[in-house]
């Protein structure tokens, strides 16, 4: 391969299968982007590209722990046939609350460079939140919290009023997702809305198919 | 040096509205090693964020940058002027370059890869970069070789002819490189600029609660604060090239400079007894008899090679057995069924079709598939939840998750389940359903109970 020049010219990496690619997840979404950060990702297609993350761990040989509730999960099979290898990826299925906690324990040991947090509609409490952000620095391992965004309550006639992010301050990435149809399928696509180590504001998209129907 | 430009401030008007610049060095030396083409990236991204804070180098094209061209009017004469210190700096560098003003991410790259042997382009207008970007030839693009001769077999070899082509079925015929180029070419994608923050710097500081005057003890503090900083070298794979050591000397007036020297290695190193004893030979040297009361270490990095890194003995970096073990406490405080992996299942219901299996721990080398597009990952619940019986008359509309969810938009199916009638007998017809909102649930209609249930959701 030349070393000047890598085959895909604007693209932000193609997911095809490149012998010569050591990554799948573009610049912006992968390992490099999130090393060391607490990440909150939130929205319509956030586990499908918390999935794109599993995926580069899972390239780069980084050990990986998935931590959530036992009411709700990831669904395998659809895991699996995105290329994840589930045998290498290790689940926590906890009660809701615990798994910030179960979270903790396994990012303490330094042992762990994705630990991937599906937290739902859990708050975490803040000392626990700053000992999560120390852990992923500390340990240069990504800790990726998936949240469904925060509402302050309706009043009367009015929504609740979407209040931004669950975890706080002390997230170094947070981002936003959403998913949209295309006539090749889905285009599932998260924006940065805030970044501690650039400027806000950056995008990823990833062409997805749906479950077979849709 | 250059080539003249196209449009030399005719049109201040229009091109103080210019957003975007794409600076093209195509000769990097071929002699680079991979490796050490980061530095040189790093190095020119430096070099132009004298002329924007914005710079993105663009990935997987070493030598591509996009700068961000709006607001800097109180800084040069033009358009065209910036340009040309862009093409300037570059040129005294060393390297061969073409600048390209203009518009948008795409026509500016366009522009700038169609001319290999240097200038600086502006362009006029938005219609006048859409005409140069869609002259260009795909071979001057970079993209994949097999797709390009895929491209030509169909007589499709400029970008005015990618365009023209109809986007479904794009990605299924060329590829996903491809189909992203289309979408950028005829501007359904205009990604913002994402500029690249210069590298944190690798710095380390003290401040001491009393003089320290002592050499000795001077050196054990410099040594306390530059083992980090030769860790956190390793860990981004650099090695040291030059040490920066600023002393601060107690009692002395606050304007007073702090004592301040540098010391090269013979060679970039993460040696620190090297180090080290290049330091205590400059301290020797020094007058500190006042007593330092503070001391700071700034270290310039380079990319290191595999023998340094070796000696440098950086540990392993994940520990398998310690992993291990923090699984161990993880069962023992939440229970021995915490801890599983998936297997798949032979059953055709979605619940059947997979089971959680406990581990202590997992396989070591991970096996992961490079599949594209991937599948959109749902959401299921362990126990289906029963929704509420839909009235007869909806007239805001179905609303699965009441009126905070959104009415049902869009409703695909039915896809009919049955089965298990030597046990209990399942019927159940699933469907996707579209909020307004957006979320799309995993419904079923469950026929022999007669209930609605939500089995989860596609994110």
Request: aromatic share 6%; with cysteine; proline share 9%.
């Amino acid at each position: 391969m030349d070393a000047r020049r890598l085959p895909t010219g604007l693209v932000f990496a193609s997911a095809a299968a490149d012998a010569s690619a050591e990554r799948i997840a573009a610049p912006g979404w992968s390992l490099d982007e999130t090393r060391g950060r607490l990440v909150e990702l939130s929205g319509h297609a956030a586990l499908t590209l918390a999935f794109g993350l599993v995926l580069d761990a899972q390239r780069r040989d980084e050990p990986i722990a998935w931590i959530s509730s036992r009411a709700s999960h990831f669904f395998p099979p659809d895991a699996a046939a995105g290329g994840v290898d589930l045998d290498a990826l290790p689940v926590v299925r906890v009660d809701g609350a615990a798994v910030a906690r179960a979270a903790d324990q396994l990012g303490r040991s330094g042992a762990f460079g994705l630990l991937v947090l599906d937290l739902g509609g859990q708050d975490v409490p803040p000392p626990l939140v700053a000992r999560l952000a120390g852990i992923a620095r500390a340990h240069d391992a990504t800790v990726l919290c998936l949240t469904e965004p925060a509402f302050a309550p309706a009043r009367g006639d009015r929504a609740g009023r979407e209040l931004g992010s669950r975890l706080g301050s002390l997230v170094s990435l947070r981002i936003a997702t959403r998913r949209r149809r295309d006539r090749e399928g889905f285009v599932c696509e998260l924006r940065a809305v805030k970044d501690k180590r650039r400027a806000p504001g950056w995008v990823y998209e990833d062409a997805c198919r749906g479950p077979a129907g849709t | 040096m250059g080539r003249p430009e196209h449009e030399p401030a005719r049109r201040p008007a229009a091109a103080s509205s210019m957003a975007i610049a794409c600076a093209d060095v195509p000769a990097l030396p071929l002699s680079i090693a991979p490796p050490a083409i980061e530095g040189v990236v790093a190095a020119l991204a430096e070099l132009l964020r004298r002329f924007s804070p914005a710079v993105e180098p663009a990935a997987g094209e070493p030598g591509t940058f996009w700068l961000d061209a709006s607001g800097l009017a109180r800084l040069f004469p033009s358009p065209a002027g910036w340009a040309r210190a862009i093409h300037a700096a570059l040129a005294a560098a060393g390297h061969t370059a073409y600048v390209a003003v203009g518009w948008s991410r795409f026509g500016v790259y366009a522009a700038a890869r169609s001319r290999p042997r240097g200038g600086v382009l502006l362009l006029a207008d938005a219609e006048a970069e859409r005409r140069a970007a869609r002259r260009v030839a795909l071979a001057r693009l970079g993209i994949d070789d097999e797709a390009r001769v895929a491209l030509e077999r169909l007589g499709v070899r400029t970008v005015a002819e990618l365009v023209r082509l109809p986007a479904a079925g794009i990605q299924r015929r060329f590829g996903a490189a491809i189909y992203r180029l289309h979408r950028l070419a005829t501007g359904v994608d205009a990604p913002p600029l994402a500029p690249a923050s210069p590298p944190a710097p690798f710095v380390a500081a003290l401040e001491l609660d009393d003089p320290e005057p002592d050499r000795e003890r001077l050196g054990f503090l410099l040594k306390r604060l530059l083992d980090p900083l030769l860790g956190r070298l390793a860990t981004r794979g650099l090695a040291l090239a030059a040490l920066h050591v600023g002393l601060r000397i107690g009692r002395s007036p606050p304007s007073a400079r702090p004592l301040e020297w540098s010391l090269r290695p013979a060679a970039p190193t993460l040696d620190a007894v090297q180090l080290m004893g290049l330091v205590r030979l400059r301290l020797e040297r020094l007058a500190v008899e006042r007593g330092v009361v503070a001391v700071r270490l700034l270290v310039d990095g380079v990319p290191a090679t595999r023998t340094q890194l070796e000696l440098f003995a950086v540990p392993p970096r994940r520990d398998p057995a310690a992993a291990a073990r923090a699984l161990a406490r993880v069962r023992a405080a939440f229970g021995e069924d915490a801890v599983v992996r998936a297997r798949a299942g032979s059953g055709h219901l979605p619940e059947a079709s997979f089971a959680w299996e406990p581990i202590d721990r997992p396989r070591a080398q991970p096996r992961p598939r490079a599949i594209a597009p991937r599948p959109i990952v749902r959401r299921v619940l362990a126990a289906p939840l029963a929704l509420p019986p839909r009235p007869r008359r909806e007239p805001d509309g179905w609303m699965p998750r009441g009126a905070a969810g959104g009415a049902v938009v869009h409703l695909d199916g039915p896809f009919v389940l049955s089965g298990g009638w030597w046990r209990r007998e399942i019927e159940r017809d699933y469907y996707f359903a579209e909020l307004r909102g957006g979320a799309v649930l995993w419904l079923y209609y469950d026929r022999v109970r007669r209930t609605w249930f939500l089995h989860g959701e596609v994110a």
